[in-house]
């Protein structure tokens, strides 16, 4: 009797060693993220149900993201390939919902004033609240409005062109994917820890009000999109500089046919952060620091396949 809960166990150990190869690091940065904000609340402020019940929903995810995104790299079905190497980017909705308490736990009041003295004692002055009196041209609100929207799509349009576009080699796919999945996962989950430390509303919520300035389609959806999803508190660093600068290195490097419009598309998100009072100039210039430093970080210590992998025979097992 004693033999086969041996064998039992040999079999369960040497199952998940294999499972470990295909674990990777955005797995390990998620688990510890889920735990870590998992128990802020207990430090401080909680929701009104308590800390428990986010604290055993963040173990449950944290226990998911453990075996779920493994297995499914190991899956002979392309699409849960895929899924298992993309899957923390849809994640990202439910961690910046959760702002609305993690922005309170160590502090009750947001930080504005010191970044606005910060600002002021470095620019003068507050250019998001003279911007748009001195440019009042409904057609720039529209196109800072759009750039500013095209944050939510921009990550996905860059990871389908990594994948399918002509201009990136077949063997280099699906590392480049990888890369920008593990660069744009490690952004957003230090965007979101610093949220928590440091929550700052932007000078549209805190003093200044909206813009003052008629625009058409994007702007109206803007609108409607912050008046039923902002959240008070996550405007230091900005994630869509930040989030934008990411899939604009990535573009750069792996497609560069999409070299000028990244670029575009980056400087726009970043005038309209500030134009459409958004944030601050101090938020865009942490956006650009922290993106800089995840990318630098990324290239000389991100993992690398130990064999190639695609969508159609499958990535690597194992990752150095």
Not at 76 to 84: D, K
Not at 92 to 100: D, K, R, V
Not at 148 to 171: E, I, K, T
Request: glycine residues 8%.
């Amino acid at each position: 009797m004693g033999i086969l809960p041996r064998r039992g166990l040999d079999l369960i150990r040497r199952r998940l060693s294999r499972l470990a190869l295909s674990r990777r690091d955005i797995d390990r940065w998620a688990v510890v993220y889920l735990l870590a904000s998992g128990l802020y609340p207990f430090l401080g402020a909680s929701p009104p149900s308590g800390p428990w019940p986010g604290f055993l929903l963040h173990s449950g995810l944290a226990l998911a993201i453990w075996f779920l995104p493994p297995l499914a790299r190991r899956s002979p079905f392309a699409a849960l390939r895929l899924l298992g190497e993309t899957y923390l980017p849809f994640i990202f909705p439910l961690f910046y919902s959760e702002m609305a308490h993690l922005g309170l736990v160590f502090y009750h009041q947001p930080l504005d004033p010191a970044f606005i003295r910060l600002e002021e004692s470095l620019l003068g002055g507050q250019p998001s609240l003279g911007w748009s009196t001195t440019w009042p041209w409904p057609w720039l609100h529209e196109l800072l409005q759009l750039a500013y929207f095209s944050y939510y799509v921009w990550g996905f349009v860059v990871l389908a062109l990594l994948l399918a576009s002509p201009a990136v080699p077949a063997p280099r796919r699906w590392p480049a994917m990888l890369a920008f999945v593990r660069d744009l996962s490690a952004t957003m989950l230090v965007c979101y820890t610093l949220y928590t430390f440091f929550p700052v509303w932007g000078p549209k919520y805190f003093r200044a009000g909206p813009v003052e300035v008629e625009g058409w389609i994007f702007t109206r959806l803007m609108r409607q999109i912050h008046e039923h999803g902002a959240i008070l508190g996550a405007a230091f660093p900005s994630s869509h500089v930040a989030a934008t600068l990411v899939p604009w290195w990535h573009a750069w490097k792996n497609v560069p046919c999409l070299r000028a419009w990244a670029t575009l598309q980056l400087v726009l998100v970043a005038m309209a952060t500030v134009y459409c009072r958004y944030h601050y100039v101090v938020d865009v210039l942490g956006g650009l620091l922290l993106g800089g430093i995840i990318l630098v970080l990324g290239e000389k210590y991100g993992e690398r396949e130990k064999r190639q992998g695609s969508l159609r025979s499958g990535p690597g097992p194992a990752a150095i």
